[in-house]
Every structure is written in structure tokens, then in C-alpha cells.
């Protein structure tokens, strides 16, 4: 499909995410450089990059992305980096304890100024926000005050939220039971709509909260999605329930669908060791109940991805991630046709053995439900 003509900021929200997504962060962020460059010159765009309750693999997931790099990224989006703890050199100085107040000698003083500048920004935040001891947030500070503190501040004056990876859109591995923080995500604990910001929470432009799962979230899904909010060209309604973009975790399949492995799944060939080259879910594959593109995007440059290289999903960028079941079989499967996989791996051992192949497998299965 040739994107090269269309005009990107003339697209509606709708049709310019699925633009974005179809085309990957280095084509899209490449062919539309000077149209972005000139529209966020125009507005004046920043992006500030919280760090939570974590361990910094969406950063370093970000940092690693190879086409564009984040260095080119950032240049392509025009955008200031106001802070970022992992990537800015300027930590912060201490005199006899206390902070010195000086922007130029303080990064969280420094954020502080910025904040209250009424310049309009992106919010990024990466991991979840542990709420205890008792609703203090005391259990994770960043220079001396609680983060859960400092997130609800930048929120209440973010353009747009976005939550980076699993741990900040729904709590993620701190905030699995029993949860000795009290950590949540910043609109959502686990599925439970809420978070740290409540159910209600909007930014000024009148979203809610972006949540690009994963852990850790793929560099293309956060690179287009910061491309998208920074224009604003995030519509409410390209959200699935989960507040996820849909171009990146469509509700309408899961990554069992394009699976590479899929034929081996079809043909009712399930490994039960590692290493066997077939289809995973017997060893506790996700990916029949877990929405990504994944296999159509792939990671590490567009070179591999999990089921591809012989792991069976672990279902990342769902909100119940992980929920104590990994490595565990799952029971029942929803598929398209709505059969269940004990059932098509039942007929395809039996259809095998006289020849019948894949779709007459699912025929046969349907009739068996
Ligand atoms: S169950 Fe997992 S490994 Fe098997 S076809 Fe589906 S996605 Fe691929
Ligand atoms: S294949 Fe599954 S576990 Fe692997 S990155 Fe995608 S969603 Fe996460």
C-alpha cells in the first residue's frame, strides 16, 4: 500500500493512526518528517518521563529501537525531552540534606518549574504506582516526596497521559496479589477501571489515560503513539475497552491468528516439551486470548517474536499480566469459529490419519461441539 502522497495532517484521527500503524515508526516518521517537524514547532510540544515502581525495560525497549532510534525520533518529532531520569545528565544536588533550588542544578526542582509554567505537554509515565503504606504512597519517593504525589500533579496539568508498558497502564508484575505496595496503575488495577487517577480522569484534551501495554512495551507502538498524541490525533473512540489503541491490540483478533506456528496449531500438533517446533499452547501459550500485533509488527528490528522463537506467549499486554497461570495450559480457547482447541486437537489426531486437512478439521470440530 503507498502512503507517500496523502497529506498526514489533513487525515482524520481515525484514518491517521492506521496510517501510522500499517506503516512502522521508520517509514511513517520518515515520510511525514517535515509535516511533523512544522506542526509541533508550531505547538510547542514536550514530553515529561515519569518512572514509577519498575525496572526500566520500556525505557531500555525504547532506547533500543533501531529504525528510527530515539535520537532520530526525537528529532524527526521536534520534541523537548524536559526529564527523563534514565536519559538526562543533570540528577540533582544536595547541600546538608536538602535540595539546592535551582533549575539548572536540580532535575526534580527543575520539574517542578516546568510544571508550573502552563507550557502544554505530554505525560509518559513508566511503571505502576504503589498507593501504601496507608494511602501515603510513602513505599516509592523521588527526591524525597511520594511519586503517587507527583504523578496525580503532572496529570492534573498533562495535555495527554500516556501509560508506558503493562506495570503503569494496569499495574503489571507489583501490582500482582498480594501486592504488598498497594501499586496500581495509573486508570486501571489489573481490570478493574480506576487506578491511581480514578475512573473519571481526563486530560485537558479531554482523554483518558493511553495505555500502551507490554512488558515491555514495543518502541514502534510508543513511538506512533507519541507521534499521535503530540499531533493530536488520538480520537477517544480508537481505544478498546482497556483504553489500548486499537492499530496496535485490535480487538478483533489475537495474535493466535498470525501466529507463524499456526498450521502446526490447525493440524491438532502440540508440542508438550521445548524446543519441538510446533505449536505451544499445551506449554501454556497466551496468545489465543492475547491481542497484539506482535506477529505482523515483530520485535528487535522486525526480526522475531515470542511463539516465532519457540516461547509461548505470555500474554504482556493484557491487563491481568501475569496473573499466575503462566506455563499453564489454558482450558478453553475462544478461536474464530468459536471451537474449542481440546476439540480441534481431538479431530485433527483422527482427521490426520485419514488425510483430511485443515478447514474440513474445523468443519468436523464444529460439528462436535
Ligand atoms: S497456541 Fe500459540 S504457538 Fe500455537 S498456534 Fe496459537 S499462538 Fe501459535
Ligand atoms: S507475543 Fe505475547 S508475550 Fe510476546 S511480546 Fe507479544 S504479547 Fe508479549
Given at each position: 500500500m503507498k502512503f507517500e502522497n496523502l497529506d498526514i495532517l489533513k487525515l482524520d484521527r481515525r484514518t491517521f493512526l492506521k496510517v501510522a500503524a500499517a506503516m512502522g515508526a521508520s517509514a511513517f516518521l520518515g515520510t511525514y518528517k517535515a509535516d511533523i517537524v512544522r506542526a509541533i514547532a508550531e505547538a510547542d510540544r514536550n514530553i515529561v518521563w515519569l518512572h514509577g515502581s519498575e525496572c526500566t525495560g520500556c525505557s531500555i525497549s525504547f532506547l533500543n529501537a533501531e529504525h528510527p532510534d530515539v535520537i532520530q525520533a526525537v528529532t524527526k518529532l521536534n520534541v523537548m525531552i524536559q526529564y527523563h531520569e534514565t536519559i538526562m545528565a543533570q540528577q540533582g544536588l544536595f547541600v546538608d540534606g536538602a535540595a539546592v533550588k535551582d533549575a539548572a542544578l536540580n532535575a526534580n526542582y527543575a520539574l517542578e518549574h516546568f510544571l508550573d509554567s502552563g507550557k502544554p505537554f505530554i505525560l509518559v509515565v513508566e511503571g505502576c504506582v504503589p498507593q501504601g503504606p496507608e494511602g501515603?504512597?510513602?513505599?516509592?519517593?523521588?527526591?524525597?516526596?511520594?511519586?503517587?504525589?507527583?504523578?496525580?500533579?503532572?496529570a492534573e496539568k498533562a495535555l495527554i497521559t500516556v501509560a508506558i508498558g503493562t506495570c503503569a497502564a494496569y499495574g503489571g508484575i507489583p501490582a500482582t496479589p498480594p501486592n504488598p505496595t498497594d501499586a496500581a496503575g495509573l486508570q486501571f488495577l489489573k481490570t478493574t477501571k480506576g487506578g491511581v487517577l480514578g475512573a473519571g480522569y481526563k486530560s485537558k484534551a479531554g482523554l483518558p489515560v493511553i495505555n500502551i501495554p507490554g512488558c515491555p512495551a514495543h518502541p514502534d507502538w510508543v513511538l506512533l503513539t507519541l507521534a499521535a498524541a503530540i499531533l493530536e490525533k488520538v480520537p477517544a473512540d480508537f481505544l478498546d475497552k482497556y483504553q489500548r489503541p486499537k492499530p496496535f491490540f485490535p480487538p478483533a483478533y489475537t495474535i493466535h491468528e498470525n501466529c507463524p506456528r499456526r498450521g502446526f496449531?490447525?493440524?491438532?500438533?502440540?508440542?508438550?516439551?521445548?524446543?519441538?517446533?510446533?505449536?505451544?499452547?499445551?506449554?501454556?501459550?497466551?496468545?489465543?486470548?492475547?491481542?497484539?500485533?506482535?506477529?505482523?509488527?515483530?520485535?528487535?528490528?522486525?526480526?522475531?517474536?515470542?511463539?516465532?522463537?519457540?516461547?509461548?506467549?505470555?500474554?504482556?499486554?493484557?491487563?491481568?499480566?501475569?496473573?499466575?497461570?503462566?506455563?499453564?495450559?489454558?482450558?478453553?480457547?475462544?478461536?474464530?469459529?468459536?471451537?474449542?482447541i481440546n476439540t480441534i486437537a481431538k479431530v485433527a489426531v483422527g482427521a490426520a490419519a485419514i488425510g483430511v486437512g485443515a478447514h474440513a478439521v474445523r468443519r468436523i470440530a464444529m460439528k462436535e461441539e
Open positions: 501515603t504512597g510513602d513505599y516509592c519517593k523521588i527526591a524525597g516526596k511520594p511519586f503517587l504525589d507527583e504523578v496525580k500533579h503532572a496449531y490447525d493440524r491438532g500438533e502440540l508440542d508438550t516439551e521445548y524446543a519441538g517446533g510446533k505449536c505451544l499452547w499445551k506449554l501454556g501459550c497466551r496468545a489465543p486470548v492475547t491481542h497484539s500485533d506482535c506477529p505482523l509488527r515483530l520485535w528487535n528490528d522486525g526480526h522475531n517474536m515470542c511463539t516465532q522463537a519457540g516461547a509461548p506467549c505470555i500474554g504482556c499486554v493484557e491487563p491481568m499480566f501475569p496473573d499466575g497461570t503462566l506455563a499453564e495450559e489454558i482450558e478453553k480457547i475462544p478461536t474464530l469459529v468459536g471451537v474449542d
